[in-house]
């Protein structure tokens, strides 16, 4: 045996096992490397909209103060993020080579100032700090919009609707979930087939919620003018009816029962039961029907009587 | 909204409304000359029609009228059972045609809607909320004058149904063909869904029934039955993958 020999052994054998435990470390510490990992910055025209199509997952959308598109995601190798620039329409498209349920997270940084319009199957989204006009069309995904200006437009068959802070025009249809405006101000309309419809701290001056089962809950401002309207099937509604108001009241139920912090005094006729009355000098007006639900006026500094 | 006030004119026309009603309905005319023309219009336009000679029909034509009626109204469909039912229906009816049809009805529906809307209000500066109608002279709601401007709502109320049936009727045979498209969970969703809102359809009907001329239960039905085309739309266009 050559001695000169030992040494050069020695060192290898522990070089091998730092390797060993290096590589180790690394796999423990370091996240998956993804083929496909997306992280672009592209600038963009003023007044350019942008469009959204993605099948599964979560859309992150947030407004910033640059004239910039920045998207994150973090992709297998049979995903793709499409960017198109089409000079005044940018489109973000996400999809897979599988088509199938595989999750993908997109996250996007655009100008405050861009219009957005997503269209997706199950996808939860959520834009805020865009002060623009919104649209969101999905299937099964929860929308929260937050802080946008001008129209807002969501849809979502069996998904959440969330609207915070908004101004402007909003639009919202959900067949099986819940509505939920708070804090905003413009018009609202909104409808579900067997969702809640639940508005508070809103300043709009034009309403419209319709449901079939679901409840409605009104605990805003009633603007002069203002044209307010709350209809449902077999849902109860409930509306903080300020004594200050300025409104022309018509009520309708036909098998619902009525009641009413302001003096009421209900007359029960032979089939079903209608009320009016003019708050103020009766400069707004104020329509609630319900086929066969109950209604409940109550005084907003005392809250309800009946919670649902 | 400012347009409130316009709901009101086929009642004040029709002389419906009260005394109460009357008063304050004229001081918004006096003081709003954009109602005031509108409520000229109208007058006018119910007088030319007042002036027109009754056209006899050659012959009885209800009973024509009355069987094709019969035949072209669709009953509400229960899609689990249609589905079984049809497993080999084509679709006769194309459905652009169709949503044409229910686009065609939102306009037409639209423009009348004033004409259908529902009561309005009489002064009560106390804020006390009063029963509108006092049962001795209005048991069933449904006691106002006739005149031309009510016959008018009723025509529309009839055209409207039967647009609004044949709607529902051609949009539910495209997704009984195409249903199969949604994933389970939305068409499970869609299908409980409409199945709800034909639950509402049949409770306002049974109530129209027992007071054929309520406004309140007409229009009821009308915005049932038009969400349910919205909603037959909403799954047609997501079988045809268009979101």
């Known amino acids: ?308 | 909204m400012e347009n409130r006030w316009f709901d009101r004119i086929s009642d004040y026309l029709d002389g419906a409304l009260s005394a109460d009603e009357t008063r304050v309905f004229e001081a918004r005319m006096a003081e709003d000359p954009e109602l005031a023309r509108a409520v000229a219009d109208v007058r006018a336009l119910v007088g030319e029609a007042a002036t027109l000679e009754p056209i006899a029909p050659r012959r009885d034509l209800w009973p024509e009228i009355a069987g094709r009626l019969t035949a072209r109204t669709a009953p509400v469909i229960d899609l689990r059972e249609e589905r079984e039912r049809r497993r080999n229906w084509t679709v006769p009816f194309g459905g652009w045609r169709a949503l044409a049809a229910a686009l065609a009805l939102m306009v037409i529906s639209g423009g009348i809607g004033w004409l259908l809307r529902g009561p309005s209000v009489p002064a009560n500066p106390g804020g006390t909320i009063v029963a509108e109608s006092d049962p001795a002279t209005d048991p069933t709601m449904d006691a106002r004058p006739r005149g031309p401007v009510t016959d008018a709502v009723n025509a529309s109320f009839d055209e409207e149904q039967q647009l609004l049936s044949e709607s529902i009727a051609d949009l539910e045979r495209l997704l009984v063909e195409r249903g199969h498209l949604l994933d389970e969970d939305t068409r499970a969703i869609v299908i409980d869904n409409l199945v709800r809102i034909d639950e509402a359809i049949r409770e306002a009907r049974s109530a129209l029934g027992e007071v054929p001329e309520n406004d309140y239960l007409r229009a009821h039905l009308a915005r049932s039955m038009k969400q349910k085309v919205r909603l037959l739309e909403d799954a047609t266009r997501l079988t045809r993958g268009d979101i």
């Open chain 1, 1 to 308: 045996m050559n001695p000169h020999n030992v040494q050069p052994r020695r060192r290898d054998r522990r070089s091998w096992a730092a390797s060993v435990v290096l590589l180790t470390l690394v796999l423990v510490v370091a996240p998956p490397a993804h083929a496909g990992d997306v992280h672009q910055t592209h600038p963009v025209k003023k007044g350019a909209t942008l469009d959204v199509e993605h099948m599964v997952g979560t859309l992150l959308v947030q407004g910033w103060d640059r004239d910039e598109i920045q998207i994150d995601a973090r992709l297998d190798d049979d995903e793709r993020v499409l960017f198109q620039d089409q000079g005044r329409r940018l489109r973000v498209v996400v999809s897979s080579a599988s088509r199938a349920t595989e999750r993908i997270d997109l996250e996007l940084r655009v100008p405050s100032w861009m219009s957005v319009r997503v269209e997706g199957h199950e996808v939860d989204v959520e834009i805020t700090d865009v002060a623009a006009d919104v649209a969101v069309s999905v299937i099964g995904g929860d929308v929260f919009v937050e802080g946008a200006r001008g129209r807002v437009d969501l849809r979502s068959v069996h998904g959440r609707l969330t609207v915070s802070a908004c101004e402007g025009s909003l639009d919202l249809e959900s067949t099986n979930e819940d509505i939920e405006v708070r804090d905003g101000s413009g018009r609202v309309r909104a409808e579900t087939v067997n969702g809640d419809v639940r508005m508070e701290g809103l300043r709009v001056s034009d309403v419209e919620i319709s449901t079939t089962n679901g409840d409605v809950l009104f605990d805003g401002s009633f603007e002069v003018p203002g044209d307010y309207a709350f209809s449902t099937h077999s849902g109860d509604i409930a509306i903080g009816l300020p004594r200050d108001a300025d409104l022309s009241i018509s009520v309708q139920t036909w098998s619902g029962s009525v009641d009413s912090a302001v003096e009421l005094q209900a007359e029960e006729l032979r089939q079903g039961k209608r009320y009016r009355a003019i708050l103020g000098e009766g400069r707004g007006r104020l329509a609630v029907e319900s086929f066969g639900g109950d209604i409940d006026f109550y005084d907003p500094k005392r809250g309800r009587s009946k919670r649902g």
